[in-house]
Each structure stands twice: as C-alpha cells, then as structure tokens.
T-cell receptor, first 111, second 116 residues
C-alpha cells in the first residue's frame, strides 16, 4: 500500500533562509510524486512533479525537489524564503488513478 | 476564465438537510475528482469520474452521491447532512484517467461546508 509522510506539520524559517520540507513515501512500485501548495482560502496549485527523466525537479517560484530512491524521499527545497511562500505544502504520491496526499506542512516565514 | 469552478463557495446548513455542490471545468479534461479536506487540512479523495464514468469510490457513506451529467461537470449531492460532514470540499480535474507524470490535477477554490 502506498503512503506519504511529511515530517513536521509546521516549519518556520526566516526570510532569506533555506526552506526544507520533508516528504517520504512508501510504494511497492515506482511512484509518481508531486508537491502542491495551498495558499489561505484557495485550492491546491501544482509546484512541481517528478518524472523519471531527472531526479532533481525544478518547479515554480524557485522551488525544487530531489527524488532519492534509496531514501524513498522527495524533499522540497528553496534556497531563499520569501514572505509570499507562507502557505500549506502537500506532498502526494500518485498511482492507479488517484493521489495519496501527505498531511501537509504549514510554512511560516518570519520577517 | 476560471479553469475549475465550484459553487457555492460557502455553505452553512443544518443537520439532516440535503445539499449539493457544483463543479465545472473548462479545461477539456477527461477526469474529475472530489476531495474532502478536514479541519486538520488532511486531504482525502472521495470520488473520481472519467468521461462520466465512476472509477474511484473511496468508502464514502452512501449519503454522498456524485453525478456527472457530462465530462465538464461533476456535482456532489449530500443527503441527511451530519456534523462530521463539515469540511472543505475540493473539486479537481486532470487530463487523463491514469496517474502518470503528466497527470497533474487542477483544483477548484473549494466549498466550505458548515453543518450546524
């Protein structure tokens, strides 16, 4: 069975600091992996998605994620946090017509 | 033009009532979904339709009935509303039926349902 674990339901960083949001998955077959962002009172928006073409995936707004099969991880990073990055971030694994979402990580950016 | 739209945005109703939420996508996608997001932000799929055909039904109480009149619309009807149904309901669509690298989902803005 598939599952997704996001470590840290809340993460706080200072503006300009590195953002690291963790995601680990379990899947019996190679998964499709996604990161979505949800701004307050809005729907989810795709940040980036993993295709088997490259293990380092670049997304929108300066975010990127690295697929590490040996660690079953797909952590999301951004070199320098901006105030506008404050939001809820969801990792998802996709297989067989559906996504399994992680429980989300709320990112707070401190001025 | 909004890609995935939902109506209403807010819905407040009493226990026992029946209500519907409508969803429309103008992206030409074949697959549509309903998700429930609870108060802890946990997001769980409820239903998925591909070209008007149900392909996922995730152990949702049969008080919830999705209806897809055409592939651009997926409505959610809820009978005999309960307090535990209070949540944000999201509609989404994707181009293909399966979940592959290209199958990103496009989400609507959500409908906040409050049952009192």
């Amino acid at each position: 069975a598939q599952s997704v674990t996001q470590l840290g339901s809340h993460v706080s960083v200072s503006e300009g600091a590195l953002v690291l949001l963790r995601c680990n998955y379990s899947s019996s077959v190679p998964p499709y992996l996604f990161w979505y962002v949800q701004y307050p009172n809005q729907g989810l928006q795709l940040l980036l998605k993993y295709t088997s073409a490259a293990t380092l995936v670049k997304g929108i707004n300066g975010f990127e994620a690295e697929f590490k099969k040996s660690e079953t991880s797909f952590h999301l990073t951004k070199p320098s946090a901006h105030m506008s990055d404050a939001a809820e971030y969801f990792c998802a694994v996709g297989l067989n017509y559906k996504y399994i979402f992680g429980t989300g990580t709320r990112l707070k950016v401190l001025a | 033009d909004t890609a995935v739209s939902q109506t209403p945005k807010y819905l407040v109703t009493q226990m026992g009532n029946d209500k519907s939420i409508k969803c429309e996508q103008n992206l030409g996608h074949d697959t549509m979904y309903w998700y429930k997001q609870d108060s802890k932000k946990f997001l769980k799929i409820m239903f998925s339709y591909n070209n008007k055909e149900l392909i996922i039904n995730e152990t949702v109480p049969n008080r919830f009935s999705p209806k897809s009149p055409d592939k651009a619309h997926l409505n959610l009807h809820i009978n005999s509303l309960e307090l535990g149904d209070s949540a944000v309901y999201f509609c989404a669509s994707s181009p293909l039926a399966g979940v592959g690298p290209e199958d990103e989902q496009y989400f609507g803005p959500g409908t906040r349902l409050t049952v009192t």
